[in-house]
C-alpha cells in the first residue's frame, strides 16, 4: 500500500473516532416529571416520552417520573392519553450532562355534536314511519295549494 492511501485510512480513521468521541460527548441524561396544567398536584403516570430523531422513548412511572438519554440537539415528545402533545428541546441550554425539566400538559378539549338515540325497531315498525311521514307530506302540500 502506498503511503498516499495509508495516510487517507489513518485520517478516515482518525475522523471517526473524533465523530465517535464528539456524539458521545454530547450525549445528556433528561429526567423529569410530567402533571397537568389544570391541577400541578396531579401526575401523569400514563406519559410517553419519544425523542422524535430515534423514534424510541420511555413511560413514567406511577408518579409522572422519567429519565431518558438522548444528544442535546434532540426533540422530545411528550404524550398522555387525553392530553396535548409537546415538544421540548434542550439545544440551546446551559452545558449540563444531567437535566432536570418539568413538563406540564393540557387536556384535549372535545365538543361533541348533538346524538340522536333509537330504540331497536323492526321493519314493519319504520315502514309505518315511514307512510305516516308521507301522509303527512302530502297533507302539506295539498294546504300549500
Known sequence: MSIFKTTQ???VFAA???LQSTLQSQTITITG????VQDPKLPLPKLMVINKRTNQGVFADSEGKFSLSAIKSDTLLFSSLGFMVKKICLKDSTEKKIYYVEVGLRKLEYTLKEVSVFANRNLNDIQKDIDKL????QRLEAEMK
Open 9 to 11: 485510512v489513518f485520517f
Open 16 to 18: 471517526l473516532l473524533l
Open 33 to 36: 416529571k410530567a402533571y397537568d
Open 134 to 137: 308521507g301522509a303527512i307530506a
